[in-house]
């Protein structure tokens, strides 16, 4: 009997170390935690989207540049740039979003699929997500000159975006992308790619420091003879609570919607060229 009581304690053992150990593992194998605070960045999106059911509300502002100094406040009297943006979680991996920006009357449809996300174990290294989006210019006809057809409107961008939570205060993001305009004047090239660096650095639980930069790229350099576009930079700080992530940053990208900073930015980052700005992302 007292045999009986000894396996019996012996295969409980066991069976609670398995339990124990396959708790682990899984634990271990789950997504790293909010490697990023909101699906922003500065400039460009992160890999984060809002969860399966979740609306998100996006404010961009971008200030005039800061070249007049105290004359206009360092750009905040001068004229701006808003956008202003839903998104939505059909997924916990794929999200929708629509916005409308202020200077060029775009309305942008864009959508984020996650195909891979970092796990604590290590057995996925990084999170990788792609990213697109169609835009519409909703200016006046004459905008587009003599030869308008209802397609010059439109433009496009795509993104891969790479990123690795290192540990829990920095996390790297390396973003190539393609942006694409269906009409453009005869200084501007339709197309362009790029590749984007940033990251995001904890400074304490809620507040972190931001960084980006981005080099445009002609796709013909050889028979390319138009406008250089200016690499961006984008440096700030935000603060992220359970309900909103607030970001204040000086940057040279003054039009909000991606292919539009990234095919024809004239700014270079220097006095003339910063801009002061800020995004607001509130979880409805």
Known sequence: MKKNYFYILISLIFVLSATNIMAQEEEEDRPVRRPFESTMLVENQTIMSPWK??????????????ENGLSDLYGIYAPSNIRLGLQYGITDD???GFGTEK?????????????LKQTMSGKVPVS??????????????????????????????????????????????LAPSYSHFNAVDSTWQHDRIGLMAGGRMKITDTMSALFEYHQPFKINPLRDYHNDSE???????????STLA????????????????????KNEFEEEGIMLGFNITVRL
């Open 128 to 173: 990788v997500s792609v990213l697109g989006n169609v835009s519409i210019d909703a200016r006046n006809e004459d905008v587009f000159g003599e030869e308008y057809e209802s397609m010059d409107r439109l433009s496009y961008f795509a993104q891969i975006l790479i990123a690795r939570k290192f540990n829990d205060n920095l996390s790297l993001l």
């Open 246 to 265: 607030f970001q204040v940053f000086a940057t040279n990208y003054g039009q909000i919607i991606s292919q539009k900073n990234y095919v024809m930015n």
């Open 94 to 96: 794929l999200m929708i």
């Open 53 to 66: 059911g979740e609306l998100q509300m996006i404010i961009h502002h971008r200030f005039g540049t800061v």
């Open 231 to 241: 690499p961006g930079i984008a440096l700030g700080i935000e603060i992220g609570t």
């Open 103 to 115: 200077n060029n009357k775009i309305q942008e449809l864009y959508g984020k699929y996650a195909v």
